[in-house]
């Protein structure tokens, strides 16, 4: 009989959590290897699996990087229906790549596009 660390979930983890856990279940990594190599806590690594229905963008990014997968491989089907129909746009695919950069090339991206929307409104 296989021995399970910690409490049994007491309800369904959200789809983001489901589809972390399979990706690290996959590659051969336990929850404590993840945390380490994160620099994090075996209970936050259990805290995004089976809790986080709504991961911040520096999370998804960061996992991916980890997995060497894409974003959208961690997030695929938890926008509304709505918006997993609509096509991307240019403007969203570069602020994408722009919230790759370092804080400070990202408020100077923001500056940029406030002004010019402020020049043009």
Do not use: C, W
């Amino acid at each position: 009989m296989k021995h399970m660390a910690g409490r049994p979930p007491t309800r369904d983890a959200p789809p983001f959590g489901k589809r972390l856990a399979a990706l690290r279940k996959k590659q051969g990594i336990t929850q404590a290897d993840l945390a380490e190599q994160l620099g994090i806590t075996q209970q936050t690594v259990t805290h995004y699996e089976r809790r986080t229905a709504n991961p911040s963008i520096e999370l998804v990014q960061r996992l991916a990087a980890f997995f060497d997968v894409k974003a959208a491989d961690l997030i695929e089907n938890d926008a509304p229906p709505e918006r997993q129909l609509r096509r991307t746009t240019h403007l969203e695919r570069a602020l994408d790549r722009a919230r790759t950069l370092p804080r400070k090339k990202q408020k100077v991206i923001a500056e940029l596009i406030e002004t010019y929307v402020r020049a043009n409104s």
